[in-house]
């Protein structure tokens, strides 16, 4: 019997930093970033840029699937259970002689990268995006540059955008934090500026982000801008300057995106920020508190990453749906042993 | 008569079904594309090509021979 899990489009971008990629490279780099901060000894299998399997599937997040040795679907759930996988493959193949124990995994989750502080430039304050922006799909040019995307466009419509085509904008540009790069504020604010569409009208056409009082941060350029589209509903080309800087190097960059104003299917759902705008946690927050993304002391299934939440039944001893921090001192403690 | 009443009879089902979606978490409608949409048990599953973990090319039909789990995920 063989397990994989399958790596595929961000099912919630911006969620500690990560950002989608635009190359295979890029998503090869996430899997790699995946091994280091949640190792397990399964192997992952990267769909293509394309997403081609995450759609034959059926294109929820944490799919599971069991494929029988004639290479047909045997069971399938839209949300991965482990104990209702243990039940399935049981029927199907026969009981286990010796069931594996978390304790035995030895699993130890890893801090996420932080190039850079955050939580010095506010985000903007969009407390209905999660519901009411929807991801746009956008193409990277990847041909008319000769550096990687280090930094990578997030944009979303509103409602009345993509239904009557005329509504509101947002525009996040968020570093990539595979990349290890930061913003530096002794140079030029990053600047953005849409290039002349007919049937399409965008303002601000051309924007710069603000001047910071920090050397150098890692939060995101947020800006917020209204469109009215014609009936032909024209792509526009948006180009973004920017330094992307590390310890070693700072170097200009320009680089373009195509914007289409139909959703992205494959561009996932951000979630709702914690009071107070911060997209990402503070220096020295523990696994646990970014997870917690409600701020409610306890972590529920959806709160934790798919591999973690494979476990979540046998992390949460006392079954109540939720983990607490004890048990998750527990677990942790158990796994380095 | 009869016809106004089911027409009525329709757009009050209509109207429903319309609010029960508006209701719908995002894991609600996921899941329920997910049941539109899902390789059905039974069904051959899908012929295509992918990547290992470095890059190197994996086609699902590497995936026959014993019974076999894929689990779908990502860093977030």
């Given at each position: 019997?063989?397990?994989?899990?399958?790596?595929?489009?961000?099912?919630?971008?911006?969620?500690?930093?990560?950002?989608?990629?635009?190359?295979?490279?890029?998503?090869?780099?996430?899997?790699?970033?995946?091994?280091?901060?949640?190792?397990?000894?399964?192997?992952?299998?990267?769909?293509?840029?394309?997403?081609?399997?995450?759609?034959?599937?059926?294109?929820?997040?944490?799919?599971?699937?069991?494929?029988?040795?004639?290479?047909?679907?045997?069971?399938?759930?839209?949300?991965?259970?482990?104990?209702?996988?243990?039940?399935?493959?049981?029927?199907?193949?026969?009981?286990?002689e010796r069931v594996t124990q978390v304790e035995e995994l030895g699993?130890?989750?890893?801090?996420?990268?932080?190039?850079?502080?955050?939580?010095?430039?506010?985000?903007?304050?969009?407390?209905?995006?999660?519901?009411?922006?929807?991801?746009?799909?956008?193409?990277?040019?990847?041909?008319?540059?000769?550096?990687?995307?280090?930094?990578?466009?997030?944009?979303?419509?509103?409602?009345?955008?993509?239904?009557?085509?005329?509504?509101?904008?947002?525009?996040?540009?968020?570093?990539?934090?595979?990349?290890?790069?930061?913003?530096?504020?002794?140079?030029?604010?990053?600047?953005?500026?849409?290039?002349?569409?007919?049937?399409?009208?965008?303002?601000?056409?051309?924007?710069?982000?603000?001047?910071?009082?920090?050397?150098?941060?890692?939060?995101?350029?947020?800006?917020?801008?209204?469109?009215?589209?014609?009936?032909?509903?024209?792509?526009?080309?948006?180009?973004?300057?920017?330094?992307?800087?590390?310890?070693?190097?700072?170097?200009?960059?320009?680089?373009?995106?195509?914007?289409?104003?139909?959703?992205?299917?494959?561009?996932?759902?951000?979630?709702?920020?914690?009071?107070?705008?911060?997209?990402?946690?503070?220096?020295?927050?523990?696994?646990?508190?970014?997870?917690?993304?409600?701020?409610?002391?306890?972590?529920?299934?959806?709160?934790?990453?798919?591999?973690?939440?494979?476990?979540?039944?046998?992390?949460?001893?006392?079954?109540?749906?939720?983990?607490?921090?004890?048990?998750?001192?527990?677990?942790?403690?158990?796994?380095?042993? | 008569?009869?016809?106004?009443?089911?027409?009525?009879?329709?757009?009050?089902?209509?109207?429903?079904?319309?609010?029960?979606?508006?209701?719908?978490?995002?894991?609600?409608?996921?899941?329920?594309?997910?049941?539109?949409?899902?390789?059905?048990?039974?069904?051959?599953?899908?012929?295509?090509?992918?990547?290992?973990?470095?890059?190197?090319?994996?086609?699902?039909?590497?995936?026959?021979?014993?019974?076999?789990?894929?689990?779908?995920?990502?860093?977030?």
């Amino acid at each position: 019997m063989r397990f994989y899990y399958l790596y595929k489009a961000l099912a919630h971008p911006e969620l500690d930093g990560y950002v989608g990629p635009v190359t295979l490279e890029e998503r090869l780099m996430h899997v790699k970033e995946a091994r280091r901060v949640i190792p397990t000894a399964i192997p992952w299998l990267t769909d293509t840029m394309a997403n081609g399997l995450k759609h034959a599937l059926g294109d929820s997040p944490n799919m599971e699937y069991i494929i029988d040795p004639e290479g047909k679907v045997a069971e399938r759930r839209a949300w991965s259970d482990p104990d209702e996988l243990r039940a399935d493959l049981a029927r199907l193949a026969g009981p286990s002689e010796r069931v594996t124990q978390v304790e035995e995994l030895g699993v130890k989750l890893a801090e996420r990268p932080r190039h850079a502080p955050t939580g010095i430039v506010p985000r903007l304050d969009l407390p209905d995006r999660a519901q009411q922006f929807r991801a746009l799909l956008i193409e990277p040019q990847l041909d008319k540059t000769n550096s990687p995307f280090y930094v990578k466009l997030r944009a979303e419509a509103d409602r009345a955008l993509l239904r009557d085509g005329k509504g509101r904008l947002y525009l996040g540009f968020h570093l990539d934090p595979l990349y290890g790069v930061h913003w530096n504020n002794l140079v030029a604010p990053v600047e953005y500026e849409w290039m002349p569409t007919e049937g399409a009208s965008i303002a601000p056409a051309k924007a710069t982000g603000p001047k910071v009082a920090a050397e150098a941060d890692a939060d995101p350029r947020e800006f917020l801008a209204t469109v009215e589209l014609g009936e032909s509903r024209p792509s526009a080309t948006l180009k973004f300057r920017y330094y992307a800087c590390t310890d070693t190097f700072c170097k200009a960059v320009t680089q373009e995106y195509l914007v289409h104003w139909t959703p992205d299917r494959d561009g996932g759902r951000t979630q709702q920020r914690p009071a107070g705008g911060q997209g990402r946690p503070g220096p020295g927050s523990d696994p646990f508190s970014r997870f917690d993304r409600d701020g409610d002391g306890k972590l529920s299934a959806e709160e934790v990453p798919p591999p973690m939440r494979q476990r979540f039944p046998l992390i949460d001893a006392n079954s109540d749906g939720f983990v607490d921090r004890e048990e998750m001192r527990r677990f942790r403690q158990a796994g380095q042993r | 008569m009869y016809t106004c009443v089911m027409n009525c009879v329709r757009v009050l089902l209509a109207v429903g079904a319309a609010a029960a979606l508006a209701q719908e978490s995002p894991r609600e409608q996921q899941t329920r594309r997910f049941e539109q949409n899902a390789v059905a048990v039974g069904a051959p599953f899908p012929k295509l090509a992918l990547y290992d973990g470095d890059g190197k090319p994996f086609h699902t039909r590497q995936l026959v021979g014993s019974y076999s789990v894929l689990i779908t995920g990502c860093l977030t």
